[in-house]
């Protein structure tokens, strides 16, 4: 990227490609910004669009690849079936990075219960049309596992690796089973629910892939990922009604019995960045580090229990 995209840029660029009637009434402004990618939010007459330039050099993630046209796929046809809000433009930006934007009608409210959550990521999870294109995932317990144990021997000389070793679940514990693909989200919490005029829609598709439906149940309750996102990890009693209102009972059961699995590679996700950005993004680092250790502290208790 030779130029930061201003926001002055922006909205001249955006004022070529939004059907928006009355621009001198409409009001863009920044919004936080992640590892990945920019936001920006333009209030336009009963309308909200959201921005979102995309960072290059993070196709490559060992857990997480930031993958723009899986998002702009996804969107495009999960907006379809009232999963997504609208996919408005996905286009190169003024300064050569790919820009995303994404819209809808806003809510009176932008409170989403936990029974709400699952009741969409349930009725995602049971939507059989294909999105192609998308990358495929670890899916199942030992995929799952070895892929934590992958990231793991990048950092081999890692003290806080070797005792994270000590919690990994036994690949005995699960017996060997076929799983059946389906697109999974892979990064599903409150912080990528989005309350619309139309009902909760399901944003933040860059890391999508085709894996286990399990895979989000598994970030839904993982105290890691919440952290990552700004947010308080659930109460057991928020995790208790989200399990008893997913609708698939066979998915949940076998969330009950894969869960170690996907935190602790989670865990193993977060200590391999905490390690590798200590020196070129030290909050970055401290950020994963939190996260790690609240993973840790579920699967101590998982494994006392």
Not at 168 to 188: M, N, W
Not at 227 to 256: I, N, Q, S
Request: with cysteine; charged share 25%; proline share 7%.
């Amino acid at each position: 990227m030779s130029e930061r995209l201003s926001d002055t840029q922006l909205l001249a660029f955006l004022r070529t490609r939004l059907p928006v009637a009355d621009w001198s009434a409409a009001c863009l402004r920044p919004l936080p910004v992640n590892y990945t990618s920019r936001f920006w939010r333009l209030d336009a007459v009963e309308r909200v669009y959201v921005i979102k330039e995309f960072f290059p050099g993070n196709e490559d993630n060992p857990l997480y690849p930031t993958l723009p046209q899986q998002e702009a796929d996804a969107l495009n046809v999960l907006a379809r079936h009232a999963l997504a809000p609208d996919l408005e433009a996905f286009v190169t930006s003024p300064t050569g990075t790919p820009l995303l934007v994404y819209g809808y009608d806003p809510a009176k409210s932008d409170e989403i219960d936990v029974g709400e959550a699952a009741d969409l990521i349930g009725r995602f999870a049971a939507l059989k049309q294909a999105i192609p294109g998308h990358q495929t995932v670890p899916s199942g317990f030992h995929e799952v596992l070895a892929r934590g144990d992958a990231m793991l021997a990048t950092i081999p000389d890692s003290r806080k690796a070797a005792n994270l070793k000590r919690l990994r679940p036994a690949d005995t514990l699960v017996g060997q089973r076929a799983v059946e693909r389906s697109l999974v989200h892979r990064s599903f919490c409150l912080g990528t629910i989005l309350a619309t005029a139309g009902g909760a829609r399901l944003i933040d598709w860059q890391y999508a892939g085709l894996g286990d439906p399990v895979e989000d149940i598994a970030c839904f309750v993982s105290p890691g990922l919440a952290t990552l996102y700004g947010l308080h990890p659930l109460v057991a009693h928020a995790e208790d009604l989200f399990l008893k209102h997913y609708p698939d009972r066979d998915t949940v059961g076998r969330f009950l019995e894969e869960r170690g699995a996907y935190h602790w590679r989670l865990a193993a996700y977060c200590l391999l960045r905490q390690e590798t950005l200590t020196h070129s993004n030290a909050p970055a680092a401290r950020a994963y580090g939190r996260a790690l250790e609240e993973e840790v502290d579920l699967l101590l208790r998982l494994k006392n229990r």
